[in-house]
């Protein structure tokens, strides 16, 4: 008897938390996002792109060509450059590096949201697509990215606001 009030309790605590994420989903996603973005330009060298991503612990950078968003590159991007696994020799990976720039290895044309999308509709795009991460952008200005870290954490903010 005990552990089915014990149960209950925790179940409703749970259905509540859950109920409010739920509704919290339709806040537009620039409440969420990440606006301190860095990014890379299209003539950068994959080496420094590499670099940027380990020392900031980012797995996304957005690609500018003439200040606008040509494009998105991601840790898998320069990952997959070692056939699916890690390139461990370094003069592989010197070559590799060397012989093609960050327009043959980064997604062209990304799918980009406005500020007012949704955090569910963002969700939804996130779910149908093969990527983690969108730009934000309004009128041809990036104001920031979402990725799916950045959803994850906003799930674990809204049960900690909740619990407690």
Known sequence: MIFIVFFYVHFSEFHNV?????????????EIMTT??????????LDEVERLM??????????????????IV???D??????????????EKSFMYETLNIEDVMMNNPVTINSKTTIKEVVKILIQSD????????????LGIVTTTDLMAFILHEEDHLVH
Do not use: C, W
């Open 54 to 71: 380990n020392s900031k612990k980012i797995k996304h950078l957005p690609v500018l060509k003439e200040g606008k968003l040509n494009g």
């Open 131 to 142: 990527f983690h991460a969108l730009p934000v952008v309004d009128n041809e200005v990036m």
């Open 74 to 76: 991601s840790l898998t």
């Open 36 to 45: 301190n973005v860095l990014f890379v330009h299209y003539n950068n060298k």
């Open 78 to 91: 320069l990952q997959r450059l070692g056939f699916t696994k890690s390139i461990t020799d370094s003069d």
């Open 18 to 30: 859950l109920k409010s994420i739920i509704m919290n989903l339709n806040i537009p996603i620039s």
